[in-house]
């Protein structure tokens, strides 16, 4: 079983569309959860930083942690065709030296 | 200054040239990291680098070097690459710990 699990999708929704993307884990020992969005041939780019349990906003993104279920989520509201990107999520722990974990990713496509 | 600078974008060597990667950022992180992406997966650690000192290398073949010459420099040193080296060669900085990284756009590198 991987550390990080994510569905690599492609996920494909109409424009203005709420899009909910989805990390669970099995490692209790993180306490660090980050989005990163990244387009085809670039590298990542943090949208949105969590530390421990709990819900942040930013614009319209929502990120949600729920560390009982070993879960979160990312929630992207008024979806754009410029949302269309791989989104992956990622984790660490003080213990694991800055180390990042990531999920596989997940291919959204934000249909005009 | 926000960024993570990379150079060069793209690179092309034979399996007996050397060349190197170079790395640079302004935000006074002190972590510093190079991440290795194949094409549709998530980025892999190579290397972490605390304080300008190796902390942690991922069991990386010696055919990659890594060198801190300073707290805002990262190179990384390629000599008899193979084919299968061909990837995106992504350089991260962070604050001290595991908090969201900031990437730079990656070195796409070319093995033949």
């Known amino acids: 079983q991987k550390e990080v699990e994510q569905d690599p999708g492609p996920l494909s929704v109409p424009e203005g569309a709420i899009v909910s993307l989805n990390c669970t884990y099995s490692?209790?020992?993180?306490?660090?959860f980050m989005w990163y969005r990244q387009y085809s041939r670039k590298g990542p780019e943090l949208l949105m930083y969590t530390y421990s349990s709990g819900n942040k906003e930013d614009g319209r993104f929502t990120a949600q942690v729920d560390k009982s279920s070993k879960y979160i989520s990312l929630f992207i509201r008024d979806s754009q065709p410029s949302d269309s990107a791989t989104y992956l999520c990622?984790?660490?722990?003080?213990?694991?030296?800055?180390?990042?974990?990531f999920g596989a990713g997940t291919i959204l496509r934000v249909k005009s | 200054d926000t960024e993570v600078t990379q150079t060069p974008k793209h690179l092309v060597m034979g399996m007996t040239n050397k060349k190197s990667l170079k790395c640079e950022q302004h935000?006074?992180?002190?972590?510093m990291y190079w991440y290795k992406q194949k094409a549709k997966k998530p980025p892999e650690l190579m290397f972490v680098y605390s304080y300008e000192k190796l902390s942690i290398n991922e069991s990386v073949p010696s055919r990659f070097s890594p060198e801190c010459p300073n707290s805002s420099l990262l190179n990384l040193h390629l000599h008899a690459l193979q084919p299968e080296d061909s990837a995106l060669y992504l350089c991260a900085s962070s604050q001290d710990g595991p908090s969201g990284y900031t990437f730079g756009s990656g070195t796409r590198l070319t093995v033949v």
């Open positions: 990622a984790m660490s722990a003080r213990e694991y030296g800055n180390k990042l974990v």
């Open positions: 935000m006074g992180h002190r972590a």
């Open positions: 490692n209790s020992a993180f306490q660090y």
